[in-house]
């Protein structure tokens, strides 16, 4: 049994997933959730003297990315509140794959939980990051990929016959 979970939210589909399958997976109260949102960080990046200057103030992108993430994790930590848990909020800023793998180095955790999107590719999202580096390579622990959940469909279709 994991005693320290992280689960990486952004309020996608996906990361709804990630939600679910911690659900799924019953931990007991003792167990340690954590729950991850990251605002990637807007700073753009310098490309030596080249660099064209460009009216763009990165900590006030950060706040309102900032607003953003709390409305979703506060959405994220209520489901899984209605769900018996008790989740620990963290907030950070920077790339996600350096940011999930540097918290659940910090926080000793020994399971990782993302959500993976079908119709994205594998190197999008949590797999691929600025460095080229994949999660699966970085991390030191257990990672599972929750698939999003397909959504019934609103067509009205309502058995197997035409």
Sequence with gaps: MYRKILIAYNGTPESASALQECIRLRPDP???IHLLGVI???TPPIVGDFGTPIHFNPDEQIAEDRKKMDRELTHGLKILRDAGLNPVVHL???EPVAVI???AR????ELVIVGHGRHRSWATRWWRGSTDASLIEKISCSLLVAPERHRPSTL?????GL
């Design 156 to 160: 009205g279709y309502r058995g197997f």
């Design 40 to 42: 990637d960080d807007p």
């Design 92 to 94: 950070e800023v920077g």
């Design 101 to 103: 793998d540097e918290v």
């Design 30 to 32: 003792d167990v340690e």
């Design 106 to 109: 910090k926080l000793g955790v």
